[in-house]
T-cell receptor, first 110, second 113 residues
Framework: SQTIHQWPATLVQPVGSPLSLECTVEGTSNPNLYWYRQAAGRGLQLLFY??????ISSEVPQNLSASRPQDRQFILSSKKLLLSDSGFYLCAWREAGELFFGEGSRLTVL | AQSVTQPDIHITVSEGASLELRCNYS??????LFWYVQSPGQGLQLLLK??????LVQGIKGFEAEFKRSQSSFNLRKPSVHWSDAAEYFC???????????FGSGTKLNVKP
């Protein structure tokens, strides 16, 4: 069966520090992969999606970037974190027209 | 642009009472529609989805939703709420290429004993 893993689960970082959140999917090949951010009271905001290795679509201009170095790996990065980057980050993959979510990574920027 | 609106931020119902959570979408064609549930600090779990056909869809945990094209709505219902249903509920839509999924801002459900 397919599974999705995100790490780290919790992260506290100072303003201006770099960020790397990783997402790995198992049990499927060439999935569509997504990064969403959930800020308090603001629902889920689509940040990036990828239909294949090296193919990244950005939904909103922001301080973050995404990369897909391998078929089942999706990485969310930042060179310098801002306070506004705090939130709950969810990775998801798509199959049969539906999204399956990881457990999320909670980022607090201080 | 495609969007999803959930007009209720918080809803409180008594255990055993019926529930309806509202969702409206804006999209020229019929979108694909979903309801997800999120427990605190967790990822999202799919409750049900509508692609085509019967406009009343059944999901897990006793939930159902009805697609109404004339009202651009996809409201979630449950006839009798259990305390374990307390969570945040998200409505979502996707276009027919499924490349992008758009989520509403969520409705937090509290259940009174």
């Amino acid at each position: 069966s397919q599974t999705i893993h995100q790490w780290p689960a919790t992260l506290v970082q100072p303003v201006g520090s770099p960020l790397s959140l990783e997402c790995t999917v198992e049990g499927t090949s060439n999935p569509n992969l997504y990064w969403y951010r959930q800020a308090a009271g603001r629902g889920l905001q689509l940040l990036f999606y990828s239909v294949g290795i090296g193919q990244i679509s950005s939904e909103v201009p922001q301080n973050l970037s995404a990369s897909r170095p391998q078929d089942r790996q999706f990485i969310l990065s930042s060179k310098k974190l801002l306070l506004s980057d705090s939130g709950f980050y969810l990775c998801a993959w798509r199959e049969a027209g539906e999204l399956f979510f990881g457990e999320g990574s909670r980022l607090t920027v201080l | 642009a495609q969007s999803v609106t959930q007009p209720d931020i918080h809803i409180t119902v008594s255990e055993g009472a019926s529930l309806e959570l509202r969702c409206n979408y804006s999209y020229g064609a019929t979108p694909y529609l979903f309801w997800y549930v999120q427990s605190p600090g967790q990822g999202l779990q799919l409750l049900l989805k509508y692609f085509s056909g019967d406009t009343l869809v059944q999901g897990i945990k006793g939930f159902e939703a009805e697609f109404k094209r004339s009202q651009s709505s996809f409201n979630l219902r449950k006839p009798s709420v259990h305390w374990s249903d307390a969570a945040e509920y998200f409505c979502a839509s996707a276009r027919n290429n499924f490349n992008k999924f758009y989520f509403g801002s969520g409705t937090k459900l509290n259940v009174k004993p």
